[in-house]
């Protein structure tokens, strides 16, 4: 007798083996998901929870480094979001529109290419510095796996050879990284003054010189009750600089709610990674 351990362990080796990913799925016309995707929910989850819809903190860039008065408004918002929620929204952070309408079609492309050429970066090894992807970083020790497909590239200190990226998206990828590097330092200079630390403090500690890029691929489920795109988490980083599609999606909780956050043409969302909350302690 084979038991359900062992059965969905098979399951998941035989879909992995594949290298076609949750997008595989759906271009083979399934109309239900396999049980491997089927989530045993012990709470609600966000998606079905009373949500709301509220403006999380946006706070515009425009100026702050030049005009000291409003440096120090900036910084005072930024400390306010950081007490209260632990996101907010960056407009006016320097990075062109056009750069990131790109990234979010680079994303797209790279999915959506020929499966021969994407099963070339299908890999569960994260060890070197090559573009990984995969559906579910966690898929044999997750207790469900997630309607999602991936990939990851570490950019950041030691960026790989542009030989090792896909054609489809390595101008974006290297031009969109070294973008958020930039901002990521001067979010860092916010939060070392919002902190009361001189401003390079967080840099100089180097919490800026690592960036893992990773793009994430939701094809549309026939059966969306049942699974979960991503499920509730934290980061365990220092922080995510998170650019949203048209279509949105993200939720995050606030006072025990859950709130959808929609998607606002131009900003990006800012997530406290575990990292930094421990750094700051």
Known sequence: MVS???????????????????KGLVDAGVTTIPSIFIHNFDEPPPSKTKTTT?????????????DPEKRTETVKRVQDALQTWGFFQVVNHG???????DMLDGVRRFFEQDDDVKKGYYSRDYSGTKLIYNCN????????????????????????????????????????SNEVMKLGKTIFELFSEALG??????????CA?????????????????????SPQHADNDF????????????????????????PTPGALVINIGDLLQVSSQ
Request: overall charge negative; proline content about 8%; some cysteine.
């Open 95 to 101: 990075i062109p529109l056009s750069v990131l309408e």
């Open 137 to 176: 970083f966690d898929l044999f020790t997750g207790k469900s796996t997630n309607w999602r497909d991936s990939f990851s590239c570490f950019m950041a200190p030691t960026p790989p050879q542009p030989a090792d990226l896909p054609t489809v998206c390595r101008d974006i990828l290297m031009e969109y």
């Open 197 to 206: 630390l001189k401003s390079s403090y967080l840099n100089d500690i180097h």
């Open 209 to 229: 010189e690592g960036l893992q890029v990773l793009g994430h691929y939701y094809p549309a489920c026939p059966q969306p009750d049942l699974t979960m795109g």
């Open 4 to 22: 359900q351990s062992s059965e969905r362990l098979e399951q998941l080796k035989a879909f992995d083996e594949m290298k076609t990913g949750v």
């Open 239 to 262: 922080l995510t600089v998170l650019l949203q599609d048209h279509i949105g999606g993200l939720q995050i909780q606030h006072d025990n709610q859950w709130f959808d956050v929609p």
């Open 54 to 66: 509220i403006s999380v903190p946006t706070i515009d860039l425009a100026c702050f480094e030049t």
